[in-house]
C-alpha cells in the first residue's frame, strides 16, 4: 500500500514539474526572441549612426541607410487603417452586443468567423486585383500607396475590434442600463451616456489591439504598398513599411551584412512597437480594474 | 420628439453598419470564388508547378500546407497544453505567473514577420537547418504556442470546481483528477480551440516565407521535413510578387480561391461541429 502510493505521488510530483517546465519554456521563447532579434538589429550600428537611420528617409543600401520613410509608412498605415475600421468595428460591435435581434445575431456571428478565416495574402491578393485598379481609375496615380494599404488593414482588423469590444459591451451591468431605460432615456441616449462610458476601457483595449494586428501585418500590405522606398507625397504614390521593406528585401541580403543586420533592426522596432502597446492594454484594464 | 429622432437615426446607423461589413464579407467571397472557380480543377489541385511555361499545379504546395501544420501543431501542442494545465491548476496569484501570463501576452502579439526572422536566425542559420519545412514548422509553432496556451486555461477554466472536488474526495490525487476528470470533460473545448489555432496557420504566410522557403521538391508527396517546402500561401504570394510564369494571374486567382476554400472545409468540418457538440453537451447537463 506504502509503495503504491509512493509511486503515485512520484507521478503527481513530475507531472507538476512537466508543466511547470512548459509555462517556464513560453517565457524563455519570448526572451529568446526578443534577445535573438535585438542583437542582431544592434550590429546595424557598428556601421550606421542611429540618428541616420531612424531620421533620414535617404533608403540606397550599402551607402545610406535613413529608415524614417519606413517608421513612417508603417504609423501611417496604421492610424488610416483605425480611421477605416475603428468606427466601422465599433458600430458593429455596439450593433451585436446591443441593437441586434436575438436571429441576427446568431447568423452574424459566423460572419465574423469568416473574416478571421481569410488569410493575409487573400486580402493582400484583393487590394490587388479590386482596390488598386479601382484608385488608379477613379483617384488618381498609380494605385498602389497608404489609401489601399490603410483600407485592406482598416478591414482586416474589424474581427479584432469587433470582438474585443463586444465582449467588455455585455460587461456592462444590466443595472446601469436598466436604471437608465427607468429614468425615461431612449436606447441611443442609454448607450452613449451609459454604456459607452462604462465599456470605454474595453473599447480602448479592442482599438489598440487592432493597431497592433495593423502595424504587424506585412505580407498585404507588402501586395498593395507599391515597395518603393520614398517618403509618401500623397495617399497614392508608393512607398513602403517595415513590415513590407522586411519582407521584400530579407531574401535579397546575405545574412550578416548590414543591409541584413539593419532589417532586423526593423524587426525590433515593431517589436518594441507591439510590446509597448501590450503593455498599454495592461494599464487600461488594470484602470478599469480599479475604477468599478 | 427630438431624442426619438435621434434614437431612430442611431439605430439606422447601426444597422447600416452591420450591413456593410457583411456586404464587404460577401463581396469578397463572391470576388474570391468567381474569379477563381474556373481555375479549380483537379490537374491544378494536385498537379505540379512549373516554372517557365503556362499550365502549373499547386499539388505539392497544398501538401506542405497540412505537412507543415501538422509538424507544428506536434511541436506546440504539448508545450501549449502544459502551459495551459499549469495556469488553469496550478498556478497561484503571484509574480511567477504573472510573468506566465505577460510572457503568453506578448508572445501572442509578436508580428508574424519578426517571429519569421527569429525563426530565419535560429533555426535556419544557427541549427544550420536551411529553408526547409522542419525550419517553418518549428517557426510556425511559435505562432501557435501563446493561442494554445489560451484555448487550453480557458477550456480548462470552463469545468465545474465541483468536479475536481469530488475526485480529490475520492482520494485521486492532483495528477490523477487531472487526467482522469477535468482532461476528458474539457477535451471538447480544446478541439475547438485547436481547430481555430489551425484554421490560422493554414493561411500564415509572413513567417514561413524565410524559414520554410519558396521553392517545392521535385518529387510529390515529398515527406523528407529537410527538404524547401513552400506553402499554398505563400505561392500565392510568390506568384504575385516574383513569378515568371505565363499564367500568374490564374495560378494567383485559383490559388486564392483554394486556400480560402481549404480554411472553410477545414472550420466545417473540425470547428463548427465540435462547437455545436460542445454548446449541447454543457446545455445538456455539463453545468
Redesign the interface.
Known amino acids: 500500500m506504502t509503495r503504491i502510493r509512493h509511486s503515485?505521488?512520484w507521478?503527481?510530483r513530475f507531472?507538476?514539474y512537466?508543466?511547470?517546465?512548459?509555462?517556464?519554456?513560453?517565457?524563455l521563447?519570448?526572451?529568446?526572441?526578443v534577445f535573438?532579434?535585438a542583437r542582431?538589429g544592434f550590429l546595424t550600428f557598428t556601421v550606421v549612426s542611429p540618428w541616420e537611420f531612424l531620421f533620414t528617409t535617404n533608403w540606397n543600401p550599402p551607402a545610406n541607410y535613413g529608415a524614417f520613410t519606413f517608421i513612417f509608412g508603417s504609423f501611417a498605415v496604421t492610424v488610416l487603417a483605425i480611421c477605416f475600421g475603428g468606427p466601422?468595428g465599433l458600430?458593429?460591435a455596439?450593433?451585436?452586443a446591443k441593437?441586434?435581434p436575438e436571429w441576427?445575431r446568431e447568423s452574424?456571428r459566423p460572419?465574423t468567423?469568416?473574416?478571421?478565416?481569410?488569410?493575409?495574402?487573400?486580402y493582400?491578393?484583393?487590394g490587388?486585383?479590386?482596390f488598386v485598379p479601382f484608385v488608379r481609375e477613379h483617384v488618381n496615380g498609380a494605385g498602389f500607396g497608404l489609401l489601399v494599404a490603410g483600407i485592406i488593414l482598416g478591414?482586416m482588423i474589424?474581427p479584432t475590434v469587433?470582438s474585443v469590444s463586444e465582449d467588455s459591451l455585455r460587461a456592462v451591468s444590466p443595472a446601469l442600463e436598466e436604471a437608465s431605460y427607468g429614468l425615461g432615456a431612449?436606447?441611443?441616449?442609454t448607450?452613449?451616456r451609459v454604456v459607452l462610458p462604462a465599456a470605454a476601457p474595453g473599447l480602448v483595449t479592442a482599438v489598440i489591439l487592432g493597431m497592433?494586428r495593423a502595424?504587424?501585418?506585412?505580407?498585404a500590405v507588402?501586395?498593395v504598398i507599391g515597395n518603393s522606398p520614398q517618403f509618401p507625397r500623397s495617399l497614392v504614390t508608393p512607398t513602403a513599411t517595415l513590415?513590407s521593406e522586411?519582407?521584400l528585401e530579407?531574401?535579397n541580403t546575405p545574412?550578416g551584412s548590414t543591409w541584413n543586420n539593419a532589417?532586423?533592426f526593423m524587426?525590433f522596432t515593431?517589436?518594441v512597437l507591439?510590446?509597448a502597446?501590450?503593455l498599454v492594454v495592461?494599464l487600461v484594464v488594470r484602470h478599469r480594474g480599479a475604477t468599478p | 420628439m427630438n431624442k426619438y429622432l435621434a434614437d431612430r437615426l442611431a439605430t439606422a446607423c447601426f444597422w447600416a453598419a452591420a450591413a456593410v461589413i457583411t456586404g464587404i464579407l460577401l463581396f469578397f467571397l463572391t470576388h474570391i470564388f468567381w474569379r477563381g472557380a474556373p481555375v479549380l480543377s483537379l490537374a491544378f489541385v494536385l498537379g505540379t508547378p512549373r516554372e517557365m511555361t503556362a499550365g502549373g499545379g499547386v499539388g505539392p504546395q497544398l501538401f506542405n500546407t497540412f505537412y507543415i501544420l501538422v509538424l507544428s501543431l506536434l511541436f506546440s501542442l504539448p508545450i501549449g497544453v502544459g502551459a495551459g494545465i499549469y495556469l488553469a491548476e496550478y498556478a497561484r496569484p503571484g509574480p511567477l505567473t504573472n510573468l506566465i501570463r505577460l510572457s503568453t501576452e506578448c508572445l501572442a502579439s509578436v508580428p508574424s514577420i519578426v517571429l519569421g526572422l527569429f525563426g530565419a536566425v535560429v533555426f535556419v542559420w544557427y541549427l544550420g537547418l536551411g529553408f526547409c519545412i522542419l525550419a517553418g514548422a518549428a517557426a510556425l509553432a511559435l505562432l501557435n504556442l501563446p493561442v494554445l496556451v489560451r484555448v487550453t486555461e480557458e477550456a480548462l477554466r470552463a469545468i465545474p470546481v465541483s468536479y475536481r472536488e469530488a475526485s480529490l474526495a475520492l482520494g485521486a490525487t492532483k495528477w490523477q483528477t487531472i487526467r482522469r476528470v477535468v482532461l476528458p470533460s474539457a477535451l471538447l473545448g480544446m478541439v475547438t480551440g485547436v481547430s481555430l489555432v489551425a484554421g490560422r496557420a493554414l493561411g500564415e504566410s509572413a513567417i514561413l516565407i524565410y524559414t520554410a522557403g519558396l521553392s517545392v521538391s521535385r518529387y510529390f508527396p515529398d515527406f523528407d521535413p529537410f527538404v524547401a517546402g513552400e506553402t499554398l500561401a505563400v505561392h500565392l504570394w510568390y506568384v504575385n510578387a516574383q513569378s515568371l510564369v505565363p499564367d500568374a494571374t490564374r495560378i494567383a486567382d485559383g490559388s486564392a480561391a483554394l486556400l480560402v476554400l481549404v480554411v472553410l472545409v477545414f472550420n466545417l468540418c473540425i470547428g463548427i461541429p465540435s462547437r455545436i457538440l460542445q454548446r449541447r453537451l454543457l446545455g445538456g447537463g455539463g453545468k
Request: no cysteine; proline share 1%.
Open positions: 503515485v505521488l507521478y503527481d507531472f507538476r512537466v508543466f511547470v517546465a512548459s509555462a517556464a519554456l513560453v517565457s521563447i519570448i526572451l529568446a526572441v535573438f532579434v542582431q466601422l458600430a458593429g455596439i450593433f451585436l441593437v441586434a441576427v452574424l460572419a468567423d469568416l473574416f478571421v478565416g481569410i488569410p493575409s495574402v487573400v493582400g491578393w484583393i490587388l486585383t479590386v478591414i474589424l469587433i431612449t436606447r441611443w441616449q448607450l452613449s497592433a502595424i504587424g501585418e506585412a505580407m507588402q501586395m513590415t522586411i519582407v530579407m531574401g545574412f532589417l532586423f524587426a515593431l517589436l507591439s510590446l502597446m501590450i495592461r
